[in-house]
């Protein structure tokens, strides 16, 4: 069993960076793929960004390439997402997750955290 706990978020303004991070406990965190998605309100949750285990790749949606960033430290069991530009869309709960695949879209995490409300402001 695998627990994430979400912090870093907050209130911004537009143009305004914050940087989330993700602090795992449990067996074998660096086996694990991991993801950052997030939930607007009356929306459906999506994938924002993902890293392989190793960090040797990433995923980025469309809307943040160029000004999210997702980096792992399998030393201190943590995932970050830095986010740069922000904009007013980009206001949602952010969850940090983890799965056996890289790829969410097509097999969903096995585990997820909490949440953290990012709100921007314009």
């Known amino acids: 069993q695998v627990q994430l706990v979400e912090s870093g978020g907050g209130l911004v303004q537009a143009g305004g960076s914050l940087r989330l991070s993700c602090a795992a406990s449990?067996?074998?965190?660096?086996?694990?793929?991991m993801g950052w998605f997030r939930q607007a309100p009356g929306k459906e949750r999506e994938v924002v960004a993902a890293?392989?285990?190793?960090?040797?790749?990433?995923y980025y949606a469309d809307s943040v390439k160029g000004r999210f960033t997702i980096s792992r430290d399998n030393a201190k069991n943590t995932v970050y997402l830095q986010m740069n530009a922000l904009k007013p869309e980009d206001t949602a709960v952010y969850y940090c997750?983890?799965?056996?695949?890289?790829?969410?879209?097509?097999?969903?995490?096995?585990?997820w955290g909490q949440g953290t409300q990012v709100t921007v402001s314009a």
């Open positions: 997750a983890a799965g056996g695949s890289f790829h969410f879209t097509i097999r969903p995490p096995d585990y």
């Open positions: 449990g067996p074998s965190f660096s086996s694990y793929a």
């Open positions: 890293i392989t285990w190793s960090g040797s790749s990433t």
